[in-house]
C-alpha cells in the first residue's frame, strides 16, 4: 500500500501543497510590493554650528524635464566666518553636478559664487567664507543638470537642494 493512499499521507501531502502556495503568495506580494514602492529622491545632510539637518529636493526632474516635483527651500542657521557641512548621497556625488553660493558683504551687497564638480569627484563638501572681514552665507544650491540647454547652450538644473543659512 502506497503511502499517498493512506490517510495519514494526504494529510501530509496536503499540507506540503498548502504550504508551498503560501510561500508563493507570499514571494509574489513581496515582489509587487518592492515594484509598488515609489523611489524616494536624495537628500543631502548640511551640517553647521552644531545643528543638522536633512534637505530634500527643493526641485527633483526626471533628465528631460517632463516629470518634476516640488519641495521646501531648508533653513539653517550658519553664523558669519562659520562653515557650512554638506553630505552627499551617492545619486549627486557620482553624476556631475555644481554648486551655487550667495554670500552678503559687509556692504550689504550680494555676491554669489558657483563651483562645478566632476563625477564622483567628492561626496562631502564643506563652504566656507575666507572674506576678511567674513560674509555672511546667505544660501546654497546645490545643482543637477538636465538634458535640455538654455539658449546660452548651458543646461538647466533638473534638481536644486537648496538651503537658506541667514
Known sequence: MSFVRTRSGRVVLGLAVLALVVVV???????????????????????????????PPREYCSFDLQECTHGEIAELDVPAGQPLQLSLPKDIATAPWRMVMVYETPDGDLEQQVR???SGETDAVTVVSDHSPAWQLNGVEIQLPSAVIDEN?????RAVWAIKTA
Do not use: K, S, W
Open 25 to 55: 503568495a507570499a514571494a509574489v506580494f513581496v515582489v509587487v510590493a518592492i515594484g509598488n514602492t515609489d523611489e524616494r529622491p536624495p537628500e543631502i545632510t548640511a551640517y553647521a554650528y552644531g545643528e543638522t539637518t536633512t534637505v
Open 153 to 157: 547652450g548651458l543646461p538647466f538644473a
Open 116 to 118: 562645478n564638480y566632476q
